[in-house]
């Protein structure tokens, strides 16, 4: 099998974002509910790397919504 060097670059970008905001669910899982706080202090480190996401990656789709969403989350955990 082989992968378009180019195509596989345009897609990337997006599956680091939906993994990022995977990571962000389970330090919000294990810090609140299973009280666990390594995973509540991680979510600082976890919004700084959405911030640089979002300031350096290009996703192939336009997510309006999304972003606006991220960009709030960005600036009220990096307030604290």
């Known amino acids: ?4 060097r180019k195509e596989f670059k345009v897609y990337y970008s ?8 995977q990571v962000l669910g389970a330090y ?4 609140y509910f299973q009280r666990k706080p390594h995973f509540i202090e ?3 480190y976890a919004m700084k790397n959405v911030k640089w996401l979002l300031g350096n990656l290009s996703v192939p789709i336009r997510l309006p919504e999304l972003e606006r969403v991220m960009e709030v989350m960005v600036g009220q955990s990096l307030k604290n």
């Open 42 to 44: 991680s979510i600082t």
């Open 1 to 4: 099998m082989t992968v378009d």
């Open 28 to 31: 919000g899982f294990r810090g």
């Open 14 to 21: 997006g599956f680091v974002l939906i993994r990022t905001l």
